[in-house]
């Protein structure tokens, strides 16, 4: 019988879906064990063989742990909000709904094909009612909260109000907003109804606030930073700026020394820990408060370095700062609006790695130092951020090389209290000292002295405390998208009101147009049905609004991380209509035992889970504080992108007037030379020179003899990706191909070989359809199999690691596939042949040595090892001629999680009516690998002459005896009596003649 691999895993994968064969239960008297997925956006162009690779680790640990006896919890779903299924939608008019549901279809089909071993039981899809309805009622928890610091944790909006009520708020040690101005129980009391919402709004940990965001106006929406690469969206690179908008935001700043602390009990990868520490950025200083001369103004700014505050040479104030209009002087007010418009442009991402650029703008302004009170200038400088700390500096120019080179740039004068003072970079980084003691009370101290002597002097004149800042900042959680969670919230009076858990989902609303309307309203501007009735409590037409009992509802969705900050949860309880989980559930699950996915997430996706789920936890929710224990950031499968190399049009020169060259400045950007061709013209200048003489008369044709002259030049010559398929093993481009791949190709040139071939460059990158060097899972399951996909990418390197992806390389782990196959049958007719036949001692020590690797293969995480091991074994069994079912048996178990269609069918063959998926993985027993025996060098005069093997229980007497007795030792003596006879008992033994 032959391995017929398409017939097996179709086999096996509908039966696996017929009987639910991977069907957690949460009820089980069993272990839990929960592994987890991040799960995947569903694009159009479905999963390419870069995909997988955290799918198969993470399913051959969940197979692993069913055969350790655990109830392995190991679901899937889909990320389905986001932005590509609406820019599509623009640019079709499908609604997103139907191309999600379509992208989603090829993800199960492709999932599937790969033997993945999920509960769909329990399959979530954000873009589902039923699900982003949890969503909603999570938002309205959180604005149901404000942060306690007094006990550290969320707390009901009730605890806080009541606070009011009986003391006010002088009391209250709360995370809020930093102008919160302060009212006694009695003033409470007689505040409107609007008054006290707009005040709950400043302490609440979900609130409404005007903000600067990343405002993409070619897509219409506010972007996270890490949606921008560059200064432009990471999806079209479409230009952004900052913008001022009203915009929800969740206040994680409030759990910054939280989320610092708890990285301490999870097991993660140290770089991402570290990723995470520095984006919450805790530092320890102290705050400052500097007036503005001739303004009822002050600036308050954070420092590291209160002990440098005499070195204060002027003031920063980030160009969004709230002041800058307020006391920008009329002569300065062009210069600096100007600066304002530019700096727009900039994301803030550009702004932190800009550290060459040296731009302001000055204010004419004055602040007042708080102690020598002598006026500084006021400047405003892109690299200050107003998100960050208080948006404002004391800059400081001996003690940071910015604010040096600022002043030096602007020739703003720099005070001469540094006269014998050492103020160089080496001394400031200097812990134990005081750079600047230029003060009575500051001079010759050791630097933590200083420091504490500063803010002490500090507070006591009334400029200052010590204080902890972060650099984290609140989160924005508002986007104006149409295809996104809607918010639960309608206006009265302006202010927001939740919508009551029991009306809950409230689904989105069709609309005719995905973009903003034209007014600048997000795209529900366009929904005609989205008011709230009060009365019927449901979702009514538009022109019902009257303010009394049908109102507006919010315009904004929730951002794409909304609906995967929570979503490992609800898995644990997905169908659950009445709570977001059972008690039952999520006491039982608890947490993610192993969570597998990309480090790009560390501080998006996976920060901002972690805040949800200490919130949730402070609600009494969920019973951890931290929602994985476990997780490992699987390497990238890299692709090797084909490239064609094209002239610049600097290449070329024409006769005639320009208004002669339309079509002939399209074809400027149309010539490409072969990759080997210019990689030789590169090394050789006399090559170069040749080709050069030859260009014109070589192009003439193309260009219709309007060529003056053409001359390559090679640093000009423009890299272009070429689709992969386009390409041959020989890295010939099908030429015919590529002008038909794409319309702007159609009427190409090729400067070819001498033979007339074409070659591509090639490179090493992302798998990615941008680079058009994706592999696509589908072509290599039809023609090797799934389980030789699972296996080739295990094989490829270690799990952590990037590696290059070669198709030509799955054909050793095909060829393993085979030959595991053949040890099952007989080799004359292909028939199944196990027998029932003791397995000899060689059988017994290949199984052991095999199941105890990799048993510590699976356990480490360390696959490629493991399928090495596999195919050790089979050769060895193969040589040993071993067809036991005692051996056999096990070694299916063995290979199931890496490869379980074939394990599966050798399982039904051999005589189990039962998955394999929950056979009891193989016990290691290490007697068999004791030996009981060594094969002695027997040397004469120090010369091996034969091997002898004997029992390692004699001793040196009956080795020597033993020795003596054989045969070929009589013979190599031919009669003498040896001098001595040396024995090293397990070593050697050597007779001297």
């Not at 965001?213 to 690179?237: H, K, M, Q």
């Not at 060529?707 to 990706?721: F, G, M, W």
């Not at 590696?803 to 053949?822: E, V």
Request: hydrophobic residues 35%.
């Amino acid at each position: 019988m032959q391995y017929n691999f398409n017939e097996i895993e179709a086999k096996w994968q509908k039966y696996w879906a017929e009987n639910q064969t991977f069907k957690a239960e949460n009820d089980s008297e069993k272990e839990k064990f929960y592994v987890l997925d991040m799960f995947p956006y569903p694009s159009g162009a479905g999963l390419h063989v870069g995909h997988p690779l955290g799918y198969i680790a993470s399913d051959i640990y969940a197979r692993y742990k069913r055969h350790k006896g655990y109830n392995v919890l190991h679901p899937q779903g889909y990320d389905s909000f986001g932005l590509p299924a609406e820019q599509y939608a623009i640019q079709t008019g499908q609604h997103p709904a139907v191309t999600t549901a379509a992208n989603i279809k090829t993800y199960r089909r492709q999932l599937d094909q790969l033997g993945f071993s999920f509960d769909w039981s329990r399959e979530v899809r954000t873009s589902s009612p039923e699900y982003y309805k949890w969503t909603q009622w999570i938002f309205i928890q959180i604005f149901n909260s404000w942060y306690n610091n007094d006990t550290d944790k969320a707390e009901d909006i009730e605890t806080l109000i009541a606070k009011f009520s009986s003391d006010g708020n002088a009391n209250v040690n709360a995370v809020c907003d930093d102008d919160i101005e302060s009212f006694t129980a009695e003033e409470w009391t007689t505040f409107s109804d609007v008054k006290k919402q707009e005040i709950l709004l400043q302490y609440r940990l979900t609130y409404l606030a005007d903000i600067e965001v990343n405002w993409c106006p070619a897509l219409g929406t506010v972007l996270a930073n890490d949606e921008i690469v560059n200064g432009v969206s990471e999806r079209g690179g479409h230009p952004v700026v900052r913008k001022k908008m009203t915009q929800w935001s969740m206040r994680i700043s409030a759990y910054a020394q939280r989320l610092l602390d708890g990285l301490a009990k999870i097991d993660w990868p140290q770089p991402l820990k570290d990723s995470q520490t520095n984006w919450i950025g805790r530092s320890q200083g102290a705050s400052a408060v500097f007036n503005v001369k001739e303004h009822d103004e002050k600036i308050e700014v954070f420092t590291t370095r209160p002990d440098t505050i005499f070195g204060v040479s002027f003031m920063t104030l980030a160009p969004e700062h709230e002041l800058v209009s307020k006391i920008t002087t009329a002569e300065q007010k062009a210069e600096v609006e100007a600066y304002i418009e530019a700096t727009a442009k900039r994301s803030e991402r550009d702004r932190m790695a800009d550290v060459k650029t040296i731009s302001g703008a000055f204010t004419g302004a004055y602040a007042e130092h708080p102690f020598t009170k002598e006026p500084i200038p006021i400047w405003i400088g892109d690299y200050v951020l107003a998100g960050y700390g208080t948006g404002a500096v004391m800059s400081v120019p001996c003690g940071d090389q910015r604010d040096y080179d600022f002043a030096k740039h602007f020739n703003i004068p720099i005070p001469n209290i540094f006269e014998g003072v050492d103020i160089s970079e080496e001394a400031f980084a200097d812990k134990d000292k005081t750079v600047i003691a230029n003060s009575d009370f500051l001079n010759g101290l050791p630097y933590k002295k200083a420091m504490k002597l500063a803010i002490y002097e500090l507070e006591k004149i009334g400029h200052g405390e010590g204080k902890i800042n972060y650099r984290l900042r609140d989160a924005v959680f508002s986007r104006q998208r149409y295809w996104g969670e809607p918010f639960p919230v309608y206006y009265v009076d302006g202010m927001p009101q939740m919508i009551a858990k029991e009306y809950l989902p409230i689904a989105l609303p069709e609309v005719e147009k995905y973009l903003p309307t034209e007014t600048g309203e997000p795209p529900l501007g366009n929904a005609e049905v989205w008011a709230w009735c009060t009365k019927e409590n449901k979702v009514v037409s538009n022109d019902k609004i009257d303010n009394e009992t049908v109102f507006p509802l919010e315009l904004n969705t929730m951002p794409g991380w909304a609906g995967s900050s929570q979503y490992f949860n609800r898995y644990m309880d997905p169908h659950n209509s009445e709570n977001i989980f059972s008690e039952k559930a999520i006491n039982y699950w608890q947490d993610v035992d192993l969570y597998i996915g990309g480090s790009e997430h560390a501080t998006g996706h996976l920060l901002y889970s972690r805040f949800w789920q200490k919130f949730m936890f402070d609600k009494g929710l969920v019973p951890k504080d931290e929602f994985a224990k476990k997780l490992i950031n699987q390497g990238m499968i890299t692709g090797t992108s084909a490239f064609v190399y094209r002239l610049s049009p600097a290449t070329f020169g024409f006769e005639g007037s320009s208004s002669d060259l339309g079509k002939d400045m399209q074809r400027m950007n149309q010539v490409y030379i072969s990759y080997t061709l210019f990689s030789k013209l590169e090394r050789s200048s006399e090559m170069l020179k040749e080709f050069n003489m030859n260009l014109k008369s070589r192009l003439a044709g193309y260009f219709d003899n309007k060529l003056a002259k053409a001359e390559l030049r090679i640093n000009q010559v423009v890299p272009i990706h070429a689709d992969v398929s386009l390409v041959n093993a020989s890295d010939e481009l099908d030429i015919e191909g590529f002008k038909k791949w794409r319309d702007e190709f159609a009427d190409a040139e090729f400067i070819t070989e001498e033979d007339g071939t074409f070659k591509v460059g090639r490179e090493v990158e992302k798998m990615s359809k941008s680079k058009y060097n994706v592999v696509n899972p589908d072509a290599i399951c039809e023609e090797y199999g799934a389980d030789s996909l699972r296996l080739y990418e295990m094989f490829l390197g270690p799990l952590e690691q990037s590696k290059p992806w070669n198709t030509a390389g799955i054909t050793g782990t095909h060829s393993f596939l085979k030959k595991l196959w053949r040890q099952f049958h007989s080799n004359e007719n292909a028939s199944f042949q196990v027998t029932e036949d003791e397995p000899s001692k060689e059988s017994w020590k290949t199984l052991h040595k095999t199941i105890k690797k990799v048993e510590e293969d699976i356990e480490n995480f360390s696959f490629n090892t493991s399928v090495s091991t596999f195919m050790i074994c089979v050769n060895e069994l193969s040589s040993q001629k071993c067809y036991s079912r005692k051996v056999l048996e096990p070694l299916a178990i063995l290979v199931s999680p890496y490869a379980p269609h074939i394990a599966e069918e050798l399982w039904n063959k051999l005589g189990h009516s039962e998955s394999i998926a929950t056979a009891p993985f193989p016990k290691f027993e290490g007697k068999y690998l004791v030996e009981s025996s060594k094969e002695y060098p027997i040397s004469f005069n120090g010369k091996m002459k034969f091997t002898l093997e004997l029992s390692l229980d004699l001793s040196k007497e009956e080795i020597e005896a033993a020795v003596m007795a054989n045969e070929k030792t009589q013979q190599q003596l031919q009669g003498r009596e040896p001098k001595k006879v040396i024995v090293v008992p397990g070593k050697i033994v050597n007779i001297v003649g």
